[in-house]
């Protein structure tokens, strides 16, 4: 027996065992499958995923160009239901949940980064990330905090420029900070740095460990470049729809 | 927040919201100068009824207030009967030749139409004198640019214009009764009869009397006559405001739903975007309606203001012919109008914005 794993209450006392204290994962995948149609023909992107992802961890998840790593994406982050399986963020179970449960899912639970940054272009970099958090129905000044976050962020003095302004770098550390402003429980990002040149890739994914490290955000990141996944601190390969 | 990305929509396509609100705008014109014309000239016939000074008012036996008077079946002994009539001190005739809409020619007795009120202002020339000569409102003589000396050819007649009148007294174009009933074929006949009393508040009794005296002819008080030139005692000029009406509004609702409907296509990715940060349908749809209302109200607004160009337009090319009023009542129907017609055409784009997929959104290109 363990030291700790069992307590002395008292010379009479019955033995008691100390549970270890197991913290419920952010992410919590279980079975999942996806099956869509595409014309006549049914495509499986997802044949029984498992994953589970603990508070605070920085994921990547690693594969090829249909491996089904964007579909878990779009299922993850509610955007789209999955065909079996449980998927639960922050204990909350998406299976089964309607659109509008799903929207409000992403209001409060999840945050984006795409590829293509998906800034909307006719709103500065400030309206970009304020918008996000009149949708989720919070004040739309920026906190102390959230000012020393853009500031890591290197986008402080680029707040008023709009994203034709900005180069694909600023516009994706727009989106980071657009992702995170409403503190959800996690931030997906796909392919974070597949629209950038290799000096622009490691400044965002250098900004995006410091995230995690500094705000213990939990992040998922979708990429095929194993590169991108070092900067990770766990690393998960998909492949046919399948964790491998 | 959501004002400053729908103005930041409208905006960042410049020439299609110009467009959009140029249509609504001409819209709500369309509809304003309609109504305000129709408003604008019975209202001035009506004005110039009641500057003939009369308190009752003489038509021949099957017209209506509405009918014009082209004819002349009452016989010139008429006003020579009713003078007989307790209470009446001046009665007088006249004889309306019509002209191209709305244009006629009036003949009267001047001696007794002086009599009856005063008498014309003029603003240069005075009564006619010879048989060919012709008295005409100021209106009528800056549209066709006469003045005092100037030759007019109207009804297969030369005209010498011996007078220009202030406006606002019986008719636009008046010559001597005798002379229109000789050119017009019917001497000794009149058109209507005008009739003054001692007691004007005695109007409504005299008329109910003279009524059972001379049964068939529509006899009206000066007030009744002119709270009957209203647009709904003319039921063509209803239907037709009926019918340019729900014409205007199939334009703003082509005109809006075109323009959304673009939009929506255009902006698949930022719905796609929005629904992904968590915005729902009411979010989309509030946009898209909100983004309408904006472009609705911006037409109402410059529709108002062009209603103003078309009168001043009408005032200065055609002053005699068409009178436009403003009639700020039709500022709010007008407006409400084209905010609905507007508001129809973004349903189906708001309905499309709605059910679009967001992933299949996020990757439009």
């Not at chain 2, 006003?79 to 191209?100: C, F, K, N, R």
């Not at chain 2, 005008?194 to 529509?218: E, F, H, I, S």
């Not at chain 2, 340019?244 to 673009?262: K, Q």
């Not at chain 2, 255009?266 to 946009?287: F, Q």
């Amino acid at each position: 027996m363990s030291e700790g794993a069992v307590g002395a209450a008292g010379a009479n006392a019955e033995p008691t065992i100390a549970k270890p204290m197991i913290a419920k994962p952010m992410i919590q995948v279980r079975g999942l499958t996806k099956v869509y149609r595409v014309g006549e023909v049914e495509v499986h992107a997802l044949r029984g995923v498992d994953l589970e992802i603990a508070r605070g961890e920085f994921v990547a998840i690693v594969g090829a160009s249909g491996s089904g790593k964007s579909t878990l994406f779009h299922i993850l982050g509610g955007l789209t239901p999955p065909t079996a399986g449980t998927v639960r963020i922050d204990g909350k179970d998406l299976g089964g949940m309607t659109g509008a449960q799903r929207t409000d899912l992403r209001k409060t639970t999840v945050g984006f980064v795409f590829q293509k940054y998906n800034l909307l272009p006719t709103l500065s970099a400030e309206d970009n990330i304020k918008i996000v958090e009149y949708i989720g129905g919070r004040s739309t000044a920026f906190t102390p905090e959230f000012q020393e976050v853009l500031k890591l962020l290197g986008i402080l003095d680029r707040m008023k420029h709009k994203p034709r302004a900005l180069s694909g770098g600023q516009q994706q550390r727009v989106a980071i900070a657009r992702g995170i402003v409403n503190q959800p429980a996690i931030l997906l990002a796909d392919e974070p740095t597949g629209n950038l040149d290799s000096q622009n890739s490691a400044a965002v994914l250098k900004v995006i460990k410091d995230l995690n490290e500094r705000t213990g955000q939990t992040i998922l990141m979708i990429t095929h470049d194993s590169e991108a996944a070092s900067y990770a601190g766990r690393t998960v390969h998909i492949r046919d729809g399948r964790i491998v | 927040m959501l004002n400053k990305l729908i103005f930041a929509n409208l905006t960042h396509r410049p020439v299609r919201t110009l467009l959009s609100v140029l249509a609504i705008a001409v819209e709500v014109t369309m509809i304003l100068t309609l109504v305000g014309v129709s408003h604008g000239t019975l209202d001035s016939t009506a004005e110039r009824a009641r500057g003939v000074g009369a308190d009752i008012v003489v038509r021949p036996p099957n017209s209506t207030v509405m009918s014009s008077l082209s004819s002349a079946p009452i016989s010139d002994k008429l006003p020579g009967v009713l003078l007989q009539e307790p209470h009446v001190v001046l009665a007088t005739g006249t004889v309306i030749q019509s002209l191209t809409f709305p244009d006629s020619i009036t003949g009267l007795d001047f001696a007794a139409f002086n009599k009856m009120n005063g008498g014309f202002a003029y603003i240069a020339g005075g009564d006619p004198v010879a048989d060919d000569d012709m008295i005409v409102d100021k209106y009528y003589a800056q549209q066709k640019q006469l003045h005092v000396g100037s030759r007019l050819r109207l009804i297969d007649h030369d005209w010498n214009i011996s007078g220009i009148f202030e406006g606002g007294k019986l008719a636009r174009i008046c010559v001597k009764l005798t002379a229109l009933q000789m050119i017009t074929g019917s001497p000794g006949h009149l058109s209507q009869v005008y009739v003054k009393l001692d007691n004007p508040k005695l109007a409504q009794q005299v008329a109910d009397t003279l009524k059972t005296r001379m049964p068939g002819y529509p006899i009206f008080t000066m007030e009744e006559l002119t709270s009957m030139l209203s647009i709904s005692n003319i039921g063509m000029l209803t239907d037709f405001i009926g019918v340019v009406i729900g014409v205007a509004v199939i334009v703003g609702f082509i005109v809006v739903f075109l323009a959304m409907y673009t939009a929506v296509l255009e902006r698949t990715r930022e719905i796609g975007i929005l629904k992904a940060v968590g915005g729902g349908s009411g979010l989309i749809l509030n946009i898209l309606f909100r983004e309408t209302l904006m472009l609705a109200v911006c037409g109402t607004v410059v529709g108002i203001a062009l209603t103003y160009g078309t009168q001043w337009m009408m005032k200065h090319s055609v002053p005699a012919s068409l009178v436009q009023e403003t009639v700020y009542v039709w500022w709010v129907y007008a407006g409400a109008i084209a905010v609905v017609g507007a508001l129809l055409g973004a349903i189906i784009p708001g309905y499309k914005a709605v059910n679009q997929d967001v992933t299949e959104a996020l990757s439009y290109e």
